[in-house]
């Protein structure tokens, strides 16, 4: 059962479609295993695959499943393309199925170990393939690669993604970037982003055959960027040993902030809620260790800093989702920067706004209608644990 299940998902890669991203070389498993098709050892082999475009596991299911998403993550190749690339195949294409639209829909997968084409005849070719490039895992190992999924309308037409730690995360890979407000080149430009800027995609749109990401970040959170310009990064990972501080309820959330990782972790109790980049504090103002509780929520607040207590001079009005955990120390929305994945900051904790907004609404003190709330007996804030 399981041979002719994983031989009938494979033959479905033969109809796919979509665009894919260039990775970078980090150490965890959406990187490693980017480009495989995983079958999960310890759940009756449910198999998975993990798309080059955004290191995201996609659930094959049954075949009819895996045909429906399959055609979405996959890349359109022109004969005349093809050809160019058949014996030289480019990094950018590893792991990725190869559709031929202008040849009977001829499919072939590119290795992502030594980039070799493998022609998809049949299942029965398929599944051979299968077995031999396929790859095992456990059902922990499998949870640290984060999901997504494709959403599709009855008639098996895409509508949206959607991806677990809401958004996936991605680099810009050439400088001059323009940001627009929609995603059309004649619209407005907000700003412009350089190599040493990470993005948070939101969604993906198509206008007039270009692929457009909606972001959120620092400085730009609802606006676009023509995606030939962001390429996907290995994907944020929470804690492989997870230390629960002593003051946490079966039903509360709070934060787990890997300093060395530049990696927050919003739980439920033990449960994974959401993973995502920050920016924490550099060198001379180092983010502080130890277990913290949020005393005092603000929807927006001024902050300024000089030395020698900060390394310049700063005066930051309405700082958005800024949550205080020890003295001026806070986890907050970020809008003057999108070097996420750095050490960066006078010592807070920088969070996309998006992220900071969906931290400060599920997390404690409670605002109700206020616009600011100290924590109490009665209505505590949530746990901080900073460590590295």
């Given at each position: 059962?399981?041979?002719?299940?994983?031989?009938?998902?494979?033959?479905?890669?033969?109809?796919?479609?979509?665009?894919?991203?260039?990775?970078?070389?980090?150490?965890?498993?959406?990187?490693?295993?980017?480009?495989k098709?995983?079958?999960?050892?310890?759940?009756?082999?449910?198999?998975?695959?993990?798309?080059?475009?955004?290191?995201?596991?996609?659930?094959?299911?049954?075949?009819?499943?895996?045909?429906?998403?399959?055609?979405?993550?996959?890349?359109?190749?022109?004969?005349?393309?093809?050809?160019?690339?058949?014996?030289?195949?480019?990094?950018?294409?590893?792991?990725l199925?190869?559709?031929?639209?202008?040849?009977?829909?001829?499919?072939?997968?590119?290795?992502?170990?030594?980039?070799?084409?493998?022609?998809?005849?049949?299942?029965?070719?398929?599944?051979?393939?299968?077995?031999?490039?396929?790859?095992?895992?456990?059902?922990?190992?499998l949870?640290?690669?984060?999901?997504?999924?494709?959403?599709?309308?009855?008639?098996?037409?895409?509508?949206?993604?959607?991806?677990?730690?809401?958004?996936?995360?991605?680099?810009?890979?050439?400088?001059?970037?323009?940001?627009?407000?929609?995603?059309?080149?004649?619209?407005?430009?907000?700003g412009?982003?350089?190599?040493?800027?990470?993005?948070?995609?939101?969604?993906?749109?198509?206008?007039?055959?270009?692929?457009?990401?909606?972001?959120?970040?620092?400085?730009?959170?609802?606006?676009?960027?023509?995606?030939?310009?962001?390429?996907?990064?290995?994907?944020?990972?929470?804690p492989?040993?997870?230390?629960?501080?002593?003051?946490?309820?079966?039903?509360?959330?709070?934060?787990?902030?890997?300093?060395?990782?530049?990696?927050?972790?919003?739980?439920?109790?033990?449960?994974?809620?959401?993973?995502?980049?920050?920016?924490?504090?550099?060198?001379?103002?180092?983010?502080?260790?130890?277990?913290?509780?949020?005393?005092?929520?603000?929807?927006?607040?001024?902050?300024?800093?000089?030395?020698?207590l900060?390394?310049?001079?700063?005066?930051?009005?309405?700082?958005?989702?800024?949550?205080?955990?020890?003295?001026?120390?806070?986890?907050?929305?970020?809008?003057?920067?999108?070097?996420?994945?750095?050490?960066?900051?006078?010592?807070?904790?920088?969070?996309?706004?998006?992220?900071a907004?969906?931290?400060?609404?599920?997390?404690?003190?409670?605002?109700?209608?206020?616009?600011?709330?100290?924590?109490?007996?009665?209505?505590?804030?949530?746990?901080?644990?900073?460590?590295?």
């Amino acid at each position: 059962m399981k041979s002719l299940k994983c031989g009938l998902i494979i033959s479905f890669l033969a109809f796919c479609v979509a665009t894919p991203a260039l990775a970078f070389p980090e150490d965890n498993l959406s990187f490693r295993l980017n480009g495989k098709i995983l079958l999960d050892v310890e759940n009756k082999g449910e198999a998975w695959y993990v798309y080059p475009g955004d290191f995201h596991r996609y659930y094959l299911g049954t075949p009819d499943d895996a045909y429906q998403i399959m055609r979405n993550l996959s890349l359109g190749i022109s004969n005349d393309n093809f050809s160019k690339i058949e014996t030289d195949v480019p990094d950018r294409f590893r792991g990725l199925i190869l559709l031929k639209p202008e040849d009977a829909g001829r499919a072939y997968y590119v290795s992502p170990v030594d980039k070799s084409l493998s022609y998809l005849a049949s299942a029965e070719s398929a599944f051979a393939l299968m077995r031999g490039s396929s790859l095992g895992i456990t059902s922990d190992d499998l949870k640290t690669i984060p999901v997504g999924k494709v959403m599709l309308d009855d008639t098996g037409k895409e509508i949206s993604r959607q991806w677990q730690y809401l958004g996936w995360w991605g680099k810009i890979n050439r400088n001059y970037v323009p940001v627009m407000f929609e995603p059309r080149v004649d619209s407005k430009r907000l700003g412009t982003f350089f190599t040493n800027n990470n993005v948070k995609v939101l969604g993906v749109k198509k206008v007039g055959g270009t692929f457009w990401y909606q972001i959120d970040g620092g400085a730009y959170p609802g606006a676009y960027i023509n995606s030939v310009f962001v390429s996907a990064m290995a994907q944020p990972t929470p804690p492989k040993d997870l230390t629960i501080p002593a003051d946490v309820k079966t039903d509360d959330y709070w934060v787990d902030v890997d300093i060395s990782k530049k990696i927050l972790t919003l739980y439920k109790f033990d449960q994974v809620v959401m993973a995502t980049y920050i920016a924490v504090g550099n060198r001379e103002t180092p983010t502080i260790l130890g277990n913290y509780n949020v005393w005092l929520k603000v929807k927006k607040t001024r902050m300024r800093g000089a030395p020698p207590l900060a390394t310049h001079v700063y005066d930051l009005p309405d700082v958005p989702w800024t949550m205080f955990y020890q003295g001026s120390y806070s986890v907050h929305g970020t809008y003057w920067h999108d070097e996420f994945g750095s050490s960066r900051s006078a010592g807070c904790t920088n969070v996309t706004q998006g992220d900071a907004k969906f931290i400060f609404d599920l997390t404690g003190p409670d605002m109700g209608n206020l616009d600011s709330v100290r924590s109490t007996a009665d209505n505590p804030g949530m746990a901080v644990y900073n460590h590295y």
